[in-house]
């Protein structure tokens, strides 16, 4: 069974690849590389044994979607591609709006016109804003965004809802998911930021290598146990397999009265950045270079998920620890060196 993969070349795109193939299902990838590498295909036929089909192009290009629905007997597709860091977003939000919400739309009406039923879509905790209560569950109500990337998953969120409601033949799940780190346990693939990582632990596993000075922890005010930022962080391979599973059970199921759904992917705990970064320093067995800074506008204090209902319906759990999504991640920085 064929899926299509936007944005199936980045950091979670290219390990649910891996765990689609292992679930027996074939991957059509497009990818525009604007935050990936072409090498991450080598690693991915390496695990596998089986060369990616990917087209190089964006998915506001309707043309290329279009031919790709023609040329493939497609069941669903998985869709990742968007732009996501939070910091860039406030800095420059036109793009966030163009890469996320058009291409969003764009992929909805081309799937429409080849009547594709079947929609996975990558959301964000950050449509929860700043929550009132922990842990988050999926009724924890909607605030306004603390960011311009997290309105936008806002944003395509009420369009998937919207058009599965105004379509007989049309079904989709939006992932609402917390913090991916770590990497396949090969060091064949991982994330691979351009520039400067604008995720936590890529900047650490650089910090580590030598690559950069030190890290900037933004805020040690926040009322938390040490006074630094709570966030949910999730081993990569365990939220691929979480797409998996949500792509079975909308091509598979045979029970499928509900049309959209939503389902937060995380651990369930909560870690302090000055956690992570003890952890990570436990497995280098080296003292870690950072420096407080002031907060960064956009980050809220503390979110983490409550799992239970995704655990529940799709039959899923997470399986590895924040330890060993760091060692994977140390294992996959020196394998660039």
């Known amino acids: 069974m064929n899926i299509l993969v936007t944005g199936g070349a980045g950091f979670i795109g290219s390990h649910t690849i891996v765990e689609l193939y292992h679930a027996g299902y074939n991957s059509i990838i497009i990818d525009n590389f604007s935050n990936s590498e072409p090498t991450v295909l080598d690693g991915i036929e390496k695990i596998i044994g089986v060369k990616p089909v990917i087209f190089n192009g964006d998915c506001n290009d309707a043309d290329l979607l279009s031919t790709l629905f023609n040329k493939y007997d497609i069941k669903g597709v998985i869709h990742f591609a968007a732009s996501k860091a939070v910091g860039e977003s406030v800095a420059n939000p036109l793009k966030y709006y163009h890469n996320n919400v058009s291409a969003t739309v764009t992929l909805l009406s081309v799937m429409l016109k080849f009547s594709i039923p079947s929609l996975v879509f990558s959301s964000s905790c950050t449509v929860y804003g700043e929550p009132d209560l922990l842990p ?123 049309k959209y759904r939503v389902y937060n992917i995380g651990t369930g705990n909560g870690n302090t950045v000055l956690e992570v970064i003890k952890t990570f320093e436990g497995i280098t067995e080296k003292p870690f270079n950072y420096k407080i800074m002031p907060r960064r506008e956009g980050d809220v204090t503390a979110v983490y998920a409550d799992v239970s209902l995704s655990e529940k319906e799709l039959g899923w759990k997470t399986e590895k620890s924040l330890k060993e999504a760091l060692v994977d991640a140390w294992r996959w920085q020196l394998s660039l060196k």
């Not at 939006?174 to 780190?181: A, E, G, M, T």
């Not at 693939?189 to 890290?215: D, M, W, Y």
């Not at 962080?233 to 509900?258: M, P, R």
């Open 136 to 258: 988050v569950t999926e009724d924890t109500p909607i605030k306004v965004a603390s960011s311009p990337y997290g309105n936008t998953k806002q944003i395509c969120e009420e369009i998937i809802r919207d058009t599965v409601a105004a379509e007989n033949n049309f079904k989709a799940i939006s992932l609402r998911y917390f913090n991916p780190i770590g990497a396949h346990e090969s060091a064949l693939i991982g994330e691979l930021p351009k520039g400067t990582p604008s995720n936590l632990v890529p900047f650490i596993t650089q910090v580590g290598a030598g690559l950069r000075p030190e890290l900037q922890v933004f805020g040690n005010d926040y009322n938390t146990v040490d006074g630094t930022c709570v966030r949910d962080y999730i081993h990569v391979v365990d939220l691929a397999k979480a797409h998996v599973a949500a792509i079975n059970l909308l091509v598979k199921s045979e029970n499928n009265n509900q």
